[in-house]
């Protein structure tokens, strides 16, 4: 197991994950969000390239619509 920092929260990870398949598993619809891996942003076209790695932080940050 290892263990990733998300949005400030600690998140146990059965192993190694890309981006993309973290995101599916806890259901986020990466068309509507930013991603932030230790500072620095993820672009959409490396979601499914970029492991996530012990002790690691990923913000996530959806958009919303609205006036």
């Known amino acids: 197991m290892i263990t990733v920092h ?4 600690a998140k146990q990870l059965t192993g190694e994950l890309t981006v993309a398949a ?3 598993q806890e259901n ?6 930013a991603v932030e891996l230790n ?3 993820v672009p ?3 979601y499914t390239e970029v492991l996530l790695h012990q002790d690691d932080t990923l913000e996530v940050v959806s958009f919303v619509g609205g006036g």
Do not use: C, D, H
């Open 39 to 41: 500072g620095a942003i």
């Open 22 to 24: 973290f995101l599916e």
């Open 6 to 9: 998300v949005n400030g929260k």
């Open 44 to 46: 959409k076209a490396t």
């Open 28 to 33: 986020y619809k990466a068309n509507r969000i």
